[in-house]
C-alpha cells in the first residue's frame, strides 16, 4: 500500500483506530456472505471529518476503500482487500422530528434501535429487514434492504427524504441545508450537469425505460437504481436515490432522513396451509388487495425443516407439496381489523382444501410463535449443515402471476444440480422469494457445481420469468457477474456511466456492483474449516455481535470463530502469532456470559467455547480444588483482603494504583457476615440462599442494610417465611470455577449446592430463591425444585402482597446477561417500573462486561462495555437498580450513580397490605 497514504492517515488517526496487524485484519476479513478478502488495513472513524480527510487522501493516492456497518450483508458488500472503513460508536444519533413523523438517524444507529425510539409515537421506520436487531442504518440504506412488511412501497428509496452523503473527493452535502445544496450545484455544476443529461438519455430509450418500469414493480436491488432517473428531474436529487442501493459504491452516507410509517393499532396473525403453491399463490393478489401487512409463502421442504416448531399446529408434517401461508393484518381499530379477518376468511372460501393451521389471533404470544416458525427456517438448514459447508441464502423476485410456476422451477434446478436439503420461502406480497441451500467449496467439482446451479437460477430468472436476480439483499460480488444478463447492454452501459461519473478514479469499494470478471462470484470464496465442535455450526452472521461486551474493545464472538478458521490458511510463522494475540483478543478478554446464544440463529454460546480453551490452559488446579472445598475460608480470606485493599486506598492510594489495574473500580466493604433482620413465622416459606458475591461484597455507607436483612424484611411484610440452609456458607453455585476454566470443581459445587437445596427445601415442598442473577442462571434447571432468581421472586410472589408508593425519581435500570437468559429481563423490567414512574434503561448495552471479577482483573473490557452510560444519565437521577452485585460496582463507576440491587429500593417504598403505615427505612431513598 503506498506508504505516503498510510502517512496521512497515521497523521488523521490515532494508533488505537488503525490496524495493521494480521490477527485483526483476519477477523475483518469476512461479511455475512461466503466471500473472504484480508484488507491491508482497517481503520475506524469517528466523525464526517475525518471521513472527508480520508476520502480526500484515498482519491489522491488512488487507494481503495470499502465502508462496513454491521457486516451482516449478505451479498459479499462489506469486505476489502484494500482498506475497510468501521465507524466507531460515534455515529449513533437519532432525532426524532415532526413527533415522529420522521427521523433523522446516523449510520451507526441499528435498525431496531430506531424503532424502540419511534414506538411511543407508534411509528417505525418502512425498511424491516430479519436482520434489523443487529444490522445498521448505514447498511439499510446503502444496501434498500427491505423485509417482510416492507414491500416496495417502504423501503429507503422510497421513504427517504434528506440525506447527507459524502462524496469520493472528500465533498459532502447535506439535503435539508439549502446553502449546502447550493454550494454542491456551484462546485459540481459538471458532474450534475451530466446526471441530468442521462437522466434524459433513460428517458429517451423507450425500451430501457420500460424494462426500468417493469422491474421496479417488484422488489429489486440489482444494480444502481436506475429508477432514479426516471422518477425524478433534479440531479440533486437524483443523486441522493442512486446513493440508496448504491452499496458504498458511489459515496458514504452519513446521516438519513426517513419519512415512517405507521405501526398498526390493532393486528392479527394466521398461518394457513394450500394444497400447492398454485393454490395458495392464486390468493396472494387478492390478500394485496384487501391490505395485509405481510404474506410469508413457506414451500413443504420449508414446513419439514421446522416440524418441531410446527408440531404444535400440524400433527404430522405436511405434505411435499404443500404451501403455507403466514398472513398479518394491521388496522387502525379492532372493529376494521375483525373486518379485515372476515374479508380473507370470505376469500378462502372459495379454495378447495385451505387449512387453518392457527386461525386469526390478535394475541401477541401466538403471533410471535408463528412467527417463530418463519422465522426459523434459515437457522433450521444451517444447523445441519455438514462441516466445511456454508449456508448461502438468494432471493429472486417473480411477477405475481407467475410465481406458482416459478417455484416449481427453483425446485426442479435444486434436483438437477443436487440441492436436496434446499428450501423455499419468502415474502410473497412481492413475488420475493428466497431460497436456501448448503454449498462447500474445498474442491473444484463444488464450486463448479455451484457456478453451474447460478448460471440456471440467472437463466430462469430473467429470461423465462423476466424477474429480477436481487431483491432485497444487494447485487454485491456473487450477482455482479449476471448486471448484463438481467439489465442487458444498454442498462448495464448507464450503470457504468454512473460509476464512472459519480466515482471517476473507482476508489468506493471496487468490484461490489460494477465488476467486469465473469468469475468474481466463484472467486475469493469463504472457507469453514472445523474448529471445535461448540461453534462449527457459526454462519458468520453477526447476529451475535450487539449482545457482546468486548465487540469495542477486542473481537466479537463472530470474529473469535472467524479468526481461529482463518488461520488455520495461515503460514506456521504468522498461526504462532495469531495465537499469541487470541489469548488476550479472544480468550481472556470474553466475558463468557453466553449472551450471544440468545441472539445466534443456530444457538452457539461462544462463552463455553472460551471457557473450554481456558480449561485446557488451565494451571492452577491445586488452587482451584482448595478453594472449592474451603468455600468459606476462601470468602473470609478474600473479605479480609477487600478491608485491607480498602484501608491502603485511603492511607497509600498511590501504592495501590501500582499494583491495581489502571481503571480498576474503588473497591467496596465487605458485607456483613451477620443476618440481623428476624424471619417471621408464616405458612407459606421460601429457601433464600445468599449468593457469594453477597456474602462477600458489602456496600458503602454504615446505614445502609445488607442485602440479606432487606430481603428478609420485605419477606416478613407479605408475609413470607425465610428459611436460610445452615451449610449455605460452604456453597456455592460453581460459576467461579466455571468461568475461570475449571469445569469438574464447578461441577462439584454445583452437585453439592443442589442436594443442599434439595433437602434445605423438603425435598422439593419449598421454592428456593437465589439474590444474584447469574447464580440463578447456574441452577435453573433443579429437578424437582422450583427455583428463582430474587427479582422474579419478588415480582410474582412478594409485590402483589404489598402497597407501593412509587418513586418519582429517575431510575436506571440494568438488565443483566443472565436475566436476559432466564426471562429475557420481564421480571426486573416489570418490578423497575412498579417501583419508579420514570425508568430509564440506557442504550447500547447489553452486557457491562464486569463478568464475575474480570472488572477488577481486567476493568478495559468493563469499561468499554458501558462507555455508552455516563451520557445517558438523566438529570436529578441518584439511583440505579439490577440484581447482581458485581454488575453494580462496575455500573457505579462508570455512570456515577450509586447502583443497588432493586430490592432495596422496594423494601423503601412498600408497606404490607396489612399496615397503616409506610415503611421506610434510614439511609435508602425513596
Known amino acids: 500500500m503506498n506508504p505516503a497514504f498510510l502517512q496521512g492517515v497515521a497523521a488523521l488517526l490515532p494508533s488505537s483506530r488503525r490496524f495493521t496487524d494480521l490477527t485483526r485484519r483476519l477477523a475483518f476479513s469476512t461479511d455475512a456472505s461466503f466471500y473472504h478478502k484480508v484488507p491491508k488495513l482497517v481503520v475506524e472513524i469517528a466523525s464526517a471529518d475525518e471521513m472527508r480527510e480520508l476520502l480526500q487522501l484515498a482519491q489522491h493516492y488512488q487507494v481503495s476503500l470499502t465502508f462496513r456497518a454491521a457486516g451482516t450483508s449478505l451479498s459479499g458488500q462489506a469486505i476489502s482487500d484494500s482498506v475497510l472503513v468501521l465507524l466507531t460508536r460515534d455515529w449513533q444519533g437519532i432525532t426524532i422530528l415532526e413527533q415522529g413523523a420522521r427521523v433523522r438517524l446516523q449510520p451507526g444507529v441499528i435498525g431496531a434501535e430506531a424503532n424502540r425510539k419511534l414506538a411511543p409515537f407508534e411509528r417505525k421506520i418502512g425498511p424491516d429487514p430479519a436482520s434489523i436487531n443487529t444490522c445498521k442504518i448505514g447498511g439499510i440504506a446503502a444496501n434498500n434492504a427491505s423485509g417482510m412488511c416492507c414491500g416496495v412501497r417502504h423501503n429507503s428509496y422510497h421513504t427517504l427524504q434528506e440525506l447527507t452523503f459524502i462524496l469520493a473527493d472528500g465533498t459532502l452535502v447535506d439535503t435539508s441545508d439549502a446553502d449546502s445544496v447550493a454550494a454542491f450545484r456551484q462546485s459540481h455544476a459538471q458532474l450534475l450537469g451530466e446526471l441530468k ?8 430509450d423507450a425500451d430501457l425505460k420500460a424494462k426500468i418500469a417493469h422491474q421496479y414493480r417488484l422488489k429489486n436491488t440489482m444494480g444502481y437504481g436506475l429508477n432514479a432517473l426516471l422518477d425524478y428531474q433534479d440531479p440533486v436529487a437524483m443523486l441522493s436515490h442512486l446513493l440508496i442501493g448504491s452499496e458504498g459504491t458511489l459515496g458514504f452516507i452519513a446521516d438519513i432522513t426517513y419519512q415512517t410509517v405507521a405501526v398498526p393499532k390493532a393486528s392479527a396473525t394466521g398461518l394457513y396451509l394450500f394444497a400447492d403453491s398454485h393454490a395458495a399463490c392464486a390468493v396472494i393478489s387478492k390478500l394485496k388487495a384487501i391490505g395485509v401487512e405481510a404474506v410469508e409463502f413457506m414451500d413443504g421442504r420449508s414446513l419439514a425443516s421446522v416440524r418441531d416448531l410446527l408440531q404444535a399446529y400440524a400433527p404430522t408434517t405436511p405434505d411435499a407439496d404443500a404451501v403455507a401461508l403466514l398472513i398479518e393484518l394491521g388496522r387502525d381499530t379492532v372493529g376494521q381489523l375483525e373486518q379485515g379477518i372476515a374479508e380473507i376468511e370470505q376469500c ?27 422465522k426459523g427456517l434459515f437457522p433450521a438448514v444451517g444447523a445441519v449443515r455438514a462441516s466445511g459447508t456454508t449456508v448461502i441464502i438468494e432471493d429472486v423476485a417473480f411477477p405475481l402471476d407467475q410465481l406458482p410456476d416459478a417455484v416449481t422451477a427453483l425446485q426442479q434446478l435444486f434436483v438437477e444440480h443436487g440441492y436436496h436439503e434446499a428450501i423455499i420461502f419468502g415474502h410473497a406480497l412481492d413475488g420475493n422469494v428466497h431460497f436456501v441451500f448448503t454449498q462447500g467449496f474445498e474442491t473444484v467439482a463444488e464450486t463448479t457445481r455451484y457456478a453451474s446451479f447460478m448460471a440456471a437460477v440467472a437463466t430462469l430468472v430473467t429470461e423465462r420469468f423476466a424477474g429480477t436476480l436481487k431483491a432485497e439483499h444487494g447485487t454485491g460480488r456473487n450477482m455482479a457477474p449476471y448486471l448484463y444478463a438481467q439489465w442487458g447492454g444498454a442498462g448495464l452501459a448507464v450503470m457504468q456511466k454512473l460509476k464512472q461519473l459519480i466515482d471517476p478514479v473507482g476508489i468506493l469499494n471496487p468490484g461490489v456492483i460494477i465488476n467486469a470478471n465473469p468469475n468474481a462470484h466463484i472467486e475469493d470464496l469463504k472457507l469453514l474449516p472445523a474448529v471445535d465442535p461448540t461453534v462449527d455450526a457459526c454462519i458468520e452472521c453477526g447476529f451475535c455481535e450487539p449482545q457482546c461486551p468486548s465487540l469495542d474493545y477486542t473481537l466479537s464472538p463472530r470474529q473469535r470463530i472467524a479468526l481461529m478458521r ?6 506456521p510463522a504468522d498461526q504462532r502469532q495469531i495465537q499469541q494475540d487470541f489469548q488476550h483478543l479472544g480468550i481472556d478478554s470474553c466475558a463468557a456470559t453466553g449472551l450471544c446464544a440468545t441472539a445466534c440463529p443456530v444457538g452457539i454460546n461462544t462463552g463455553t467455547w472460551v471457557q473450554q480453551l481456558r480449561a485446557q490452559q ?47 473500580p474503588e473497591l467496596p466493604p465487605a458485607a456483613s457476615r451477620q443476618m440481623t433482620e428476624q424471619p417471621q413465622p408464616a ?15 458489602g456496600y458503602a455507607g454504615t446505614k445502609q442494610p445488607s442485602l440479606p436483612d432487606t430481603v428478609v424484611r420485605l419477606c416478613n411484610k407479605a408475609g413470607i417465611e425465610v428459611l436460610v440452609p445452615d451449610a449455605a456458607a460452604q456453597s456455592c453455585c460453581g460459576q467461579p470455577w466455571q468461568s475461570k476454566g475449571y469445569p469438574q470443581q464447578a461441577a462439584e459445587r454445583r452437585a453439592q449446592l443442589r442436594e443442599l437445596l434439595w433437602q434445605a427445601s423438603e425435598q422439593g415442598r419449598w421454592p428456593i430463591v437465589l439474590d444474584a442473577s447469574p447464580c440463578a442462571l447456574q441452577i435453573d434447571d433443579c429437578e424437582g425444585i422450583e427455583t428463582f432468581e430474587l427479582s422474579t421472586f419478588l415480582y410474582q410472589h412478594v409485590v402483589p402482597r404489598l402497597v407501593l408508593e412509587p418513586s418519582k425519581e429517575p431510575l436506571l435500570l440494568h438488565v443483566t446477561c443472565s436475566s436476559r437468559r432466564l426471562d429475557n429481563g420481564l421480571a426486573l423490567r416489570k418490578l423497575a417500573q412498579l417501583c419508579s414512574t420514570s425508568v430509564i434503561e440506557p442504550d447500547g448495552i447489553k452486557c457491562c462486561g464486569f463478568a464475575g471479577d474480570k472488572g477488577f482483573t481486567l476493568p478495559e473490557l468493563n469499561s468499554s462495555a458501558l462507555a455508552p452510560l455516563a451520557a445517558q444519565v438523566p438529570e436529578g437521577c441518584s439511583q440505579g437498580v439490577s440484581n447482581s452485585r458485581t454488575c453494580e460496582i462496575g455500573l457505579s463507576q462508570h455512570s456515577g450513580v450509586a447502583y443497588a440491587h432493586i430490592a432495596f429500593l422496594l423494601d423503601a417504598i412498600s408497606h404490607s397490605k396489612t399496615s397503616t403505615s409506610n415503611v421506610n427505612h434510614e439511609g435508602v431513598s425513596a
Open 566 to 571: 482463518r488461520a488455520q490458511q495461515q503460514s
Open 348 to 374: 378462502f372460501a372459495g379454495v378447495d382444501g385451505v387449512q387453518p393451521l392457527s386461525a386469526f389471533s390478535s394475541d401477541p404470544a401466538t403471533a410471535a410463535a408463528l412467527w417463530q416458525i418463519r
Open 197 to 204: 443529461q442521462l437522466g434524459e438519455q433513460v428517458r429517451g
Open 683 to 697: 405458612a407459606e416459606k421460601v429457601v433464600y440462599f445468599v449468593t457469594c458475591p453477597n456474602r462477600l461484597f
Open 618 to 664: 488451565a494451571t492452577h488446579r491445586g488452587m482451584a480444588n482448595w478453594t472449592a472445598k474451603h468455600l468459606a475460608s476462601s470468602l473470609q480470606i478474600a473479605r479480609f483482603g477487600l478491608g485491607a485493599a480498602r484501608t491502603v486506598g485511603k492511607v497509600a492510594p498511590k501504592l495501590l494504583n501500582k499494583v491495581a489495574p489502571a481503571g480498576m
